[in-house]
């Protein structure tokens, strides 16, 4: 049995995991989240009756994710992490002859997982300083008809918001459904969410992996007016969110103070690293998100990585991405984890 002819050089996507003092490289919250969602976590657990399925339609969690955006729970819907939402899209509105558009730089996922569903991909550069550039949506979305476009805001690696007048121009250019990914959406002063509408193909993915200090859970969640909704809901497996992950889910909403003053700290160590690399020998984007992307200007990125990994701290190596040559990304630790990066990183750079 051989694999698909299409599927013959994918390969997987990988994030190291190494034994470090100090990871930066995965976006993920440095916090945990509130003891106290543990402690009502346990007592659910307790009380589950994990002889029975799982509410199929995820039901209370959809209402309680409904509420804090000010949608209706049709207008929702929970998976398995951001990742599975992003399948179920494709799967719903890509396949064979149905183009999923991009932008590099950008989240290597959406293309993977649309190749992965037998969804073709089409690429557009963005520009010089990893802008939207117009004349490329144009072209890929206008000219190839993309069945889905995945915009990433922040983006993915880079960091920059994509304004909401960009939004609406790759909406009018194209046919298709445009796919707004706001992963590190809590750390950004504006929502695509804002520009959901029915009779609109616009629809906002959101996970509880980066703000709600959830990543091991794998829980996401898609925004969208109802009927897109409702065709999405129908290409997934039956019961295929469990009862713990829902209960996880859902009581997680009830600490939504505790999430922002995460998030808040998190923003001002963003700014602090700002401040600090833009006095080093490096260029860096504005970020939006809980990293940073930035070049060393007088070393090779790759040896960058290798010395601070000498030092035990990890940073994501994008020196060899497409458009990203020489580049890192790190991620906004605690105030702790970003003095190690900054001395290590001071100490690399002479």
């Known amino acids: 049995m051989s694999l698909r002819d299409d599927l013959g050089d994918l390969e997987g996507y990988h994030s190291p995991q190494v034994d470090v003092a100090v990871r930066l490289n995965t976006n993920e919250s440095p916090y945990p989240p509130p003891d106290a969602w543990r402690a009502a976590l346990l007592e659910e657990l307790a009380s589950l009756p994990f002889h029975r399925y799982p509410d199929r339609q995820a039901a209370e969690l959809r209402q309680a994710i409904a509420k804090i955006h000010g949608v209706g729970p049709e207008q929702v819907l929970a998976a398995n992490g951001s990742n599975e939402v992003i399948q179920a899209v494709c799967l719903a509105f890509g396949g064979p002859g149905r183009a999923a558009a991009v932008f590099r730089p950008t989240y290597l996922m959406h293309s993977h997982i649309a190749r992965i569903t037998g969804t073709p991909v089409v690429e557009g550069d963005r520009d010089a300083d990893y802008a939207l550039d117009m004349g490329e949506v144009e072209r890929v979305v206008g000219g190839e008809q993309a069945a889905i476009t995945f915009l990433c805001s922040p983006n993915n690696p880079t960091g920059m918001l994509e304004p909401p007048e960009a939004i609406e121009r790759v909406l009018a250019l194209g046919r298709g459904l445009v796919v707004v990914d706001e992963a590190y959406g809590q750390f950004s002063p504006r929502s695509a969410i804002e520009q959901v509408r029915d009779g609109r193909p616009l629809v906002v993915v959101r996970t509880y992996s980066k703000t709600w200090s959830m990543a091991a859970a794998r829980l996401g969640y898609l925004v969208g007016p109802a009927d897109l909704i409702s065709a999405v809901e129908g290409v997934l497996l039956p019961y295929h969110l469990d009862a713990m992950k829902q209960a996880a889910g859902r009581l ?15 923003v001002e160590e963003r700014g602090r690293l700002t401040a600090a690399l833009s006095e080093l020998s490096v260029d860096m984007w504005p970020s939006a998100a809980n990293f940073i992307l930035f070049r060393p200007r007088a070393k090779d990125g790759e040896e960058v990585w290798e010395q601070l990994l000498e030092r035990s701290v990890l940073v994501r ?34």
Do not use: Y
């Open 252 to 266: 997680a909403l009830r600490f939504q103070p505790e999430m922002e003053a995460r998030v808040a700290m998190i």
């Open 317 to 350: 190596n994008c020196a060899n991405w497409p458009r990203l040559d020489g580049c890192l990304r790190v991620t906004v630790g605690t105030a702790t984890e970003n003095d190690a990066f900054l001395s290590a990183l001071r100490e690399v750079l002479g």
